[in-house]
């Protein structure tokens, strides 16, 4: 079983920034797909960035997110820039590996003046 630990969330201002991690316990080359999720109050889980043969981002975050992963191939980052009140929500780290689905416990963002 693959251990997922999200961190980095909490409270930013209208066009604040903040990272988020995502540590896990699987070296990531072993991972067929990582990404981020999100899940707004009242609103079903969606995906915003996935890292496999290379890195895609949803239109609602793109140019402002970015997906990545560290040298040690052991951490998912996603950048977060010019963060809006609709980006609040939780966040969500998710691996994919042959069949196998792991999701992390999730980290709150809040988007707030």
């Known amino acids: 079983q693959v251990q997922l630990v999200e961190s980095g969330g909490g409270l930013v201002q209208p066009g604040g920034s903040l990272r988020l991690s995502c540590e896990t316990t699987?070296?990531?080359?072993?991972?067929?797909?990582m990404g981020w999720y999100r899940q707004a109050p009242g609103k079903q889980r969606e995906e915003i960035a996935r890292?496999?043969?290379?890195?895609n981002h949803e239109d609602s975050v793109k140019g402002r997110f970015t997906i990545s992963r560290d040298h040690a191939k052991t951490t998912l980052y996603l950048q977060m820039n010019s963060l809006k009140p609709e980006d609040k929500a939780d966040y969500y780290c998710?691996?994919?590996?042959?069949?196998?689905?792991?999701w992390g416990q999730g980290t709150q963002v809040t988007v707030s003046s």
């Open positions: 998710h691996v994919l590996q042959g069949i196998n689905s792991s």
């Open positions: 699987r070296i990531i080359s072993s991972f067929n797909a």
């Open positions: 890292i496999s043969v290379g890195t």
